[in-house]
């Protein structure tokens, strides 16, 4: 089983022939990625060579699903134009859109996560690596050399993050890693991921990593104290952040109380999150909790 992504997706790439996604759909494949088509109205009817198998470029995302069947697009294109690509997928049916642009003008955001949700389309970021299911398949930039399949769920809006915590626990693997983004304004939130990995039976615990900034990690509380009955490690980054500073990511601004990692650490905590206040330590969070808890069988 996996979350949101598997071996059977395939996956277009809106981008697909600039600097960065030529160079990350070469890496998505070596993952295994089932990558049928790119996009680029510039460029259709051509095809772009990754080592031994030539990819070929549609005109729009309609014409790649029509050719392919194509249920996935990771979006790599600049952000002045990542509005419209992520519509035009929507427009054209796509289920799932990984959209790994930084620096999209927030409104851009709001406008194209409500219009793909009219749609029926998930968004994964804005401003995030994507997500990887391991041994499976792997959209967007993060690395899929560094774990294995296993039965950790991870969400997560820090990419480096995301990276740190798969090498942690590399050992034990995971199910689904899925890099939500640090923006203010994300198609998917951890409560999406939580939900998700809650129904999925071969994920037995969940990693969630929090940012200062918002309330999502305890809106996220509230739901796990409500809805979710497997374990929950977490991690909080911005313990030392100056208050009232933005730290990267452009939804990481702590106001008072509001915010801050204190205020997240205590609101996960209170039901019955273990979080770590360091990476390496939350690693050690999670194999103490899987050693308390007996494996997942099936029937």
Do not use: W
């Not at 792997?138 to 991870?154: E, Q, V, Y």
């Amino acid at each position: 089983m996996a979350v949101y992504l598997t071996k059977e997706s395939k996956v277009l790439v809106q981008g697909m022939t600039g600097g960065e996604g030529m160079k990350h759909t070469r890496r998505m494949l070596a993952a295994g990625t089932n990558v049928v088509g790119g996009v680029n109205p510039r460029k259709a009817g051509r095809t772009a060579d990754f080592d031994e198998r030539a990819v070929p470029v549609f005109g729009s995302v309609a014409e790649g699903i029509r050719a392919t069947g194509a249920d996935v697009t990771v979006v790599f294109v600049p952000p002045a134009f990542a509005k419209a690509a992520v519509v035009e997928a929507a427009d054209a049916g796509i289920g799932l859109a990984v959209v790994i642009t930084e620096g999209i003008p927030v409104h851009d955001s709001v406008a194209f996560t409500a219009y793909a949700r009219s749609k029926g389309t998930r968004i994964i970021g804005p401003n995030c690596p994507g997500l990887i299911t391991p041994g499976q398949s792997n959209a967007g930039i993060i690395p899929s050399d560094i774990t294995k399949p296993g039965r950790i769920g991870l969400v997560s809006k820090s990419g480096t993050l995301t990276y740190q915590l798969m090498y942690e626990l590399r050992d034990i693997g995971f199910s689904t890693c899925v890099g939500i983004g640090g923006d203010p304004v994300v198609g998917t939130t951890h409560i999406d991921c939580l939900a998700a990995f809650q129904d999925d039976p071969d994920t037995e615990l969940v990693v969630l990593i929090g940012e200062i900034g918002g309330d999502a990690e305890e809106r996220a509380a509230a739901y796990i104290r409500d809805h979710v009955t497997k374990p929950v490690v977490g991690y909080i980054a911005g313990f030392t952040a100056p208050e009232g500073r933005t730290m990267g990511h452009a939804g990481a601004i702590v106001s008072g109380s509001a915010g801050t990692a204190r205020a997240k650490k205590e609101a996960l905590e209170a039901v019955g999150v273990s979080v770590g206040s360091t990476p390496t330590e939350t690693a050690k969070l999670v194999l103490a909790r899987l050693e308390d808890r007996p494996p997942v069988t099936h029937s």
